[in-house]
């Protein structure tokens, strides 16, 4: 069982970090700092080290050093998001944004220690080392015998070696970002980073100087220079998910790094060559968004030179129970219940479901039914699939201060109304005096579930200058 040091001096992130990670059958141990760490265990034994970026003591980073053949994902507020760059060029495998939510954290756990195993810790993006073309093949990092995938993952071999620039479109949880991992593990560039970027996760006030660094007082808090994504992926690949959601500004100079391959920081008159190739991602439809002014056009074909689609779930009634039992294969041994089965009547319900979640609704459905699961075969009330609290959850988000509270006192004072009806009612009434990340605090969730429900629900988004 991969054991998992957490570091960090809030208690109570502490804590819900290593309930999570326990939950999902992590051995886990947790320190204050990194002075403590050390003191109380030996941080290079531990198969992944999560940090916080700013400790009492030593910063977080210091790890990478004191643990060098130990992975090390680095937690970091929005405020401090750039200094996420300059922890990946110190050697951390990933960052992660606070706040995130269950599946954020797990997925990027997850990702990290199955690269670790695969790799045989020499495979990591940060220390330029090649994956072999057998582990980077499209069919081994995405799951699909039907046709519909087979397109895809060819698709996918024949465009992967050429700079091509890619626009990779389909529903949320269809599996975007493996599809760009693997244009890149497949691709000359694979010796470099890839850096991924959700354009909806981050605050439009931070956006540009994320993707294209600012200078030193280039606006209040600039207090140093900065670092964008985009020069941080310099050499290798730049994965923007979530491109629709761009702001107007950001998109003027995204269109320069195309044409150009010039990148000019926030604050700066001096321009900078950078060689990256761009992989971009949508679930929207950015053509019909050019007719409407929300995209520029020119960008749009810059973008849309090679396109692939990925299928949504739906249109893969092949692959359904094949991707059930390897989700459930993998939730088994991490849980302890290896013998674990469908019955028959579970198979059925997974293929009656229409599944609007994709895959990632799969996969949450198997953890879920393999976590109340006493016996050793799982029936139909375990998936539980027609439940609209199933279906319209909110899930809980870790680090964001009284949410907790906040959330339990505004959900039981609208007890007549569903969570959907509930996220409706709350969006439609509030959000014209308060931003995005206001109302994302608010519900508990994350920025990006706030954006995906409003997509879900069709609720549109207020386009104003206090979001």
Aim: charged residues 30%; contains cysteine; glycine residues 6%.
């Amino acid at each position: 069982m991969p054991r998992i040091l957490i570091v960090e001096d809030e208690d109570i992130i502490r804590s819900a970090v290593r309930k999570l990670l326990q939950h999902a059958g992590y051995t886990v141990s947790d320190a204050g700092s990194v002075e403590e760490a050390e003191q109380h265990y030996e941080p290079e034994k531990f198969d992944l080290i999560i940090s916080d970026l700013r400790l009492p003591g030593a910063p977080g980073t210091e790890l990478i050093n004191r643990a060098p053949s130990t992975p090390v994902l680095i937690m970091t507020s929005y405020a401090s998001l750039r200094s996420a760059v300059d922890s990946m060029k110190m050697g951390a495998v990933e960052y992660i944004a606070k706040p995130f939510d269950h599946d954020e954290m797990l997925a990027a756990v997850e990702k990290i220690l199955a690269r670790k195993m695969s790799d045989a810790g020499s495979g990591d993006l940060q220390n330029g080392s090649k994956t072999s073309p057998e582990d980077s093949d499209p069919a081994n990092i995405m799951f699909g015998h039907c046709d519909p995938m087979q397109r895809v993952f060819t698709l996918i071999r024949k465009v992967a070696p050429t700079e091509t620039t890619v626009l990779i479109q389909g529903e949320s949880g269809t599996g975007k970002e493996l599809a760009a991992r693997a244009l890149h593990l497949l691709s000359p560039r694979a010796s470099k980073p890839l850096i991924s970027v959700n354009c909806a996760a981050i605050p439009e006030s931070l956006i540009e100087s994320e993707l294209f660094g600012h200078e030193k007082g280039a606006f209040t808090g600039a207090v140093s220079a900065r670092t964008g994504l985009i020069e941080a992926a310099d050499g290798g690949s730049l994965f923007l998910d979530e491109i629709g959601e761009l702001p107007a500004e950001a998109q003027a100079r995204l269109l320069r790094v195309l044409q150009e391959s010039e990148i000019r920081k926030v604050g700066s008159t001096q321009s900078r060559t950078v060689n990256v190739r761009m992989i971009a991602a949508t679930h929207r439809n950015l053509k019909a968004m050019t007719r409407t002014g929300e995209f520029r056009e020119d960008l749009y074909y810059r973008l849309n030179v090679m396109q692939i689609r990925i299928p949504p779930l739906r249109e893969r009634q092949a692959d359904i129970l094949g991707l059930a039992r390897r989700f459930l294969k993998r939730q088994g041994e991490k849980m302890g219940k290896p013998l674990l089965n469908l019955s028959p009547e579970a198979m059925r319900a997974l293929e009656r479901h229409r599944w609007p979640g994709n895959v990632r609704e799969l996969e949450n459905a198997i953890e879920r039914a393999t976590i109340l699961c006493d016996g050793d075969v799982i029936s139909p009330g375990l998936l539980d699939l027609d439940s609209e609290a199933g279906d319209e959850h909110i899930p809980e988000t870790l680090v964001e201060g009284n949410n907790e509270q906040t959330r339990t006192t505004d959900v039981d004072s609208s007890n007549d109304l569903s969570l959907e009806d509930y996220f409706q009612h709350f969006v439609l009434e509030n959000q014209d005096r308060m931003s995005e990340t206001e109302l994302a605090q608010k519900l508990g969730i994350s920025r990006k579930s706030l954006w995906e429900r409003r997509q879900r629900l069709g609720i549109p988004r207020k386009k104003s200058s206090g979001n």
